[in-house]
């Protein structure tokens, strides 16, 4: 599959990590190709974190801090929806995936005028968005990711990986999509 957008030169925050997935060219390519001359925020950046609570606020400054030191020219709203997708994807796999995988990653591709967001965990089971009981505090983290991935103009999905467990992503418009 041929690649248009940035270059991969690869870029860590914590831990020296990176990489780029192939569903981030699809992703890409869904929400259509980015210039041949990547800009100057473009790339993709990996990082580990350990799967408890505490991740959740790490990973939510992690990524903010990231979109900000690149310049990223990101609509305040959607950056908001997207902060709140990371810390909903990082508490799944705290609160779901801990079990299987002590450790979890999220990553973040900028391109021209998109960014995707990912986490990644080593357990097997696939999670659905489901409608859940009003009454329960709890458990719509999926569903809000989806409303609020789909109200942006992006897209979001879930998929396995080689070792047996999943990535969960969404890729947003950096403007709002008239």
């Known amino acids: 599959m041929a690649r248009s957008g940035p270059s991969h030169s690869q870029h860590s925050l914590l831990d020296g990590q990176c ?8 992703t890409m390519e869904s929400l259509g190709s980015a210039p041949a001359d990547p800009v100057s925020y473009e790339g993709v950046w990996r990082f580990t974190a350990p799967a408890v609570e505490a991740s ?6 992690a990524v903010r801090d990231l979109l900000g030191r690149q310049g990223v020219p990101i609509e305040d709203d959607i950056l908001q929806g997207l902060l709140l997708i990371v810390s909903e994807l990082v508490t799944n ?3 779901h995936a801990a079990l299987l995988s002590p450790e979890l990653a999220v990553e973040v591709a900028i391109a021209a005028d998109w960014v995707r967001v990912s986490v990644e965990d080593n357990h097997p089971y ?3 968005a489901l409608e ?15 409303v609020v991935t789909a109200e942006a103009g992006g897209t979001c999905d879930v998929e396995h990986t080689a070792s047996g467990g999943k990535i969960i992503w969404a890729a947003l418009p950096l403007k709002t999509q008239l």
Request: hydrophobic share 30%.
């Open 19 to 26: 990489s780029a997935s192939e569903s981030w060219c699809r």
């Open 56 to 61: 959740v606020p790490s990973a939510r400054h």
């Open 93 to 95: 796999a705290v609160k």
């Open 126 to 128: 696939r999670p659905t």
């Open 132 to 146: 859940t009981d009003y009454a329960q505090t709890g458990g719509r983290g999926l569903l809000l990711v989806k």
